[in-house]
C-alpha cells in the first residue's frame, strides 16, 4: 500500500513501495507523466525517484490534502499497462578495473567489508562469479533502465532490466569515502551510477566512464540543451572498453568531437516485465545496427 506524508508546507511525498522493481518504477513514471499533463494548478515541481514520488505544490492554490486525494485517484486509475516510454538506448563506454578508482578504492580500504580484496573482487565472490571478468560480463550483457536522476546533479541510478533473480546486488562501504573520482562507474544495492563530478561516495567502484554524464560549459553535442546528459527512461548499455579505446574517447571529448551513440526507442513495461530477454536483445540489435 501507498503511503502518503506532508514535507512541511510546500511538498507531498508518496512512497509506492519499500522495496525497487521495474514494475514500481514504472508505475511511478506512468503517475507523475500522468501529472505532468493536467497541468493541475498549483503544482510548482514534480521528481519522480525509484519507488516513490514528491510533488513541491503552491499552498495558497490548492490545499495538501485536496492534492493528496488527487495523487490517490491517479495511483488507483493510472495503469502501467497504458503506458509508454519514448525513450534513447545508450552506448556508454566503460573501463573496468581501471587504476584511478583502484587508486582511491585502495585509499579506503579500512572503510570496506573486506580490505583484502578490490571491490570488483569482492563484488564478483558475494555474487557467486568465480572472477571478476565473469561480473563484468554480467553487467554488460544486458542494459539499465535510468530509473532517477539524483543525489548529486546527473546522477543516474541504473537497475538492470533482467529477471530479479539475476540482479547484481552489492552492499555500499561500511562508511563512505571522502574522494571518489570524476566519472567513477560504481554499484550499490541493485543500482549501477556513475559520479557526474569529484567527491565523497559510498558505492563499490568497479571502474570508469570515458564519458561525461555532467558538462557546466555545455561544450559538446550532447549537452547542448542541458548540462546533464541521462534522462529518467533511458536505456543504457554499459559496454567494456580498452585502454586504448578509453584514451581515444577522452581525446575526441577534450577536442569537443565525441558524440554519444544512441537510438531512439519507444517500448512499454509490458514488453520488458514480459520477456526482459527479448527486450535486451532488441535493445542491443538496434543500438548497434
Known amino acids: 500500500m501507498a503511503r502518503y506524508e506532508y514535507g512541511g508546507d510546500e511538498f507531498i511525498f508518496v512512497e509506492l513501495s519499500e522495496e525497487m522493481s521495474l514494475e514500481v518504477n514504472f508505475q511511478a513514471m506512468a503517475i507523475t507523466e500522468e501529472l505532468r499533463k493536467e497541468n493541475q494548478p498549483g ?18 492554490k490548492i490545499h495538501p490534502d485536496e492534492l493528496i486525494a488527487k495523487l490517490k ?7 502501467i499497462n497504458d503506458f ?51 561480473l563484468i560480463k554480467a553487467i554488460t550483457d544486458s542494459p539499465y533502465l535510468v530509473s ?55 558505492y563499490q567502484l568497479f571502474g570508469t566512464s570515458a564519458t561525461p554524464i555532467f558538462e557546466k560549459d555545455q561544450r559538446s553535442y550532447d549537452f547542448k540543451d542541458s548540462m546533464t546528459f541521462p534522462r529518467q527512461g533511458d536505456v543504457f548499455r554499459y559496454r567494456s572498453i580498452t ?28 514488453t520488458v516485465l514480459e520477456d526482459p530477454k527479448g527486450f535486451s536483445e532488441d535493445v542491443l540489435r538496434r543500438l548497434y545496427a
Open 43 to 60: 503544482i510548482v515541481d514534480i521528481c519522480p525517484s525509484n519507488a516513490s514520488y514528491m510533488v513541491r505544490f503552491d499552498p495558497d
Open 73 to 79: 485517484d491517479l495511483e488507483q486509475t493510472v495503469s
Open 84 to 134: 509508454e516510454i519514448s525513450a534513447r538506448i545508450v552506448d556508454v563506454p566503460i573501463l573496468f578495473d581501471d587504476p584511478w578508482t583502484n587508486e582511491a578504492l585502495m585509499r579506503f580500504r579500512d572503510r570496506h567489508q573486506d580490505p583484502t580484496s578490490t571491490d570488483l573482487e569482492y563484488a564478483a565472490r558475494i555474487n557467486g562469479f568465480e572472477s571478476k571478468e565473469e
Open 148 to 202: 532517477m536522476i539524483g543525489f548529486v546533479p546527473g546522477l543516474p541510478w541504473c537497475y538492470q532490466m533482467v529477471p530479479r533473480e539475476q540482479q547484481i546486488e552489492v552492499p555500499k562501504y561500511v562508511r563512505p569515502r571522502t574522494f571518489t573520482p570524476e566519472r567513477a562507474f560504481g554499484f550499490g544495492g541493485a543500482f549501477a551510477v556513475i559520479y557526474p563530478v569529484q567527491g565523497a561516495g559510498g
Open 243 to 270: 585502454l586504448e579505446e578509453y584514451e581515444e574517447i577522452r581525446k575526441q571529448v577534450e577536442e569537443g568531437t565525441f558524440r554519444y551513440l544512441t537510438k531512439d526507442i519507444t517500448f512499454t513495461p509490458k
